[in-house]
């Protein structure tokens, strides 16, 4: 673990190069495993209402893996009664809590909380009561942030791809991105709540974001999966924590 930052791994896009030829393989769970003997601290899925990568049975054997190895499975969800019910049912280490679209490619943006109050607060109480740790997946909005807070999540995710495409693109409102970020970061843990980072990081982008002090988490999966054609599913893991150190000890130098 990098300075107590932890790397969560996102198998989602194994399924999704299975899904694409009706097959067996590549296999999720043995992603999960891999990434685990890696170095990953958890491993992240997001089983969406479509299921165009993720499957119900997928989730099935990640629990079972994740709970073998006394690692954490984090299931990425949206607010639907089914949704609710397949992890009451399964009982994941925790829950983030994300918007869907279904004609989305990707998670576009972060969790409407404020909007959604009434609708989230319960499902986050409920879950805290069955022991599922909840994060919600939010922009770096000051008044998302207190929303968070609000409907009783511990944790929150900050959603830092605006900042990573700035990155790429060479775009000048980079520095304005990781700004917000880091005042979102340092005003959710004034609150008491965990901060974790994802979506869009790669070799890039991973070390301004990984030497922000109140992340403790950052949930990296495509970039990864893509990388692992080129060199290996295990050295790309091997790499990005290499990175995440680096960043963590210039930060405390």
Known sequence: MAGGLRLGVNIDHVATVRNARGEGYPDPVRAAEMALA???????????????????????????????????????????????????????????????????????????VARGHNAIAPVVRRFVDAGIRVSCFIDADLEQ???????????????????????????????????????????????????????????????????IPEFMELNIGHFLIGEAIFIGLGPAIQRMRALMDEARAVKAA
Do not use: W
């Open 38 to 112: 890696a170095g990953a601290d958890g491993i992240t899925a997001h089983l969406r209402e479509d299921r165009r990568h993720i499957s119900d049975a997928d989730i099935d054997a990640l629990a079972a893996t994740c709970r073998k190895r006394g690692r954490p499975l984090n299931f990425e969800m949206a607010v639907t009664p089914e949704m609710e019910a397949i992890a009451l049912s399964h009982l994941p280490h925790a829950a983030c809590l994300v918007p869907e679209r279904r004609e989305e490619v990707t998670t576009e943006g972060g969790l409407n």
């Open 145 to 211: 942030v207190a929303a968070a807070k609000d409907v009783g999540s511990q944790v929150i995710e900050l959603h830092v791809g605006a900042f990573c495409q700035a990155i790429r693109e060479r775009a000048p409102e980079a520095q304005a991105h990781l700004t917000r970020l880091r005042a979102a970061a340092a005003e959710a843990a004034r609150l008491g709540l965990e901060v974790h980072a994802g979506h869009g990081m790669d070799y890039e982008t991973v070390k301004p974001i990984a030497a």
